[in-house]
């Protein structure tokens, strides 16, 4: 599949503006699975398929324990750190995967 080279360019511009930095941009395909699903991780049979959705994001380095996101979807940001990082009311800050890896206090 093809990039978006509209998109592409837009998370560009908007990592500039809302944070003043040259950012490394990546894409990864969305992908359904025709059979298998949670079974790979479980050694079973699995067949996934690119599809033609994406998701794009910015990133680059910080040298602190800040962590600032940015929704071009939702147009808002949000930051905590590292010593503070626990889900949010927000949602969208949300990684699901790392719920479980979160201490709580």
């Not at 949000?78 to 479980?100: A, H, I, V």
Request: hydrophobic residues 30%.
């Amino acid at each position: 599949m093809a990039v978006n080279q509209q998109m592409h360019e837009k998370v560009l511009r908007d990592f500039k503006k809302n944070f003043n930095d040259q950012p490394v941009v990546v894409r990864s395909p969305g992908r359904v699975n025709i059979i298998g699903e949670h079974t790979d991780y479980n050694n079973g049979f699995v067949l996934p398929a690119a599809i033609d959705k994406a998701i794009y994001v910015a990133i680059s380095p910080r040298h602190d324990e800040t962590i600032k996101l940015y929704s071009g979807e939702f147009e808002e940001n949000f930051e905590t750190s590292l010593s503070q990082l626990k889900p949010t009311d927000k949602g969208w800050p949300n990684y699901s995967g790392c719920r479980r890896s979160i201490k709580k206090e």
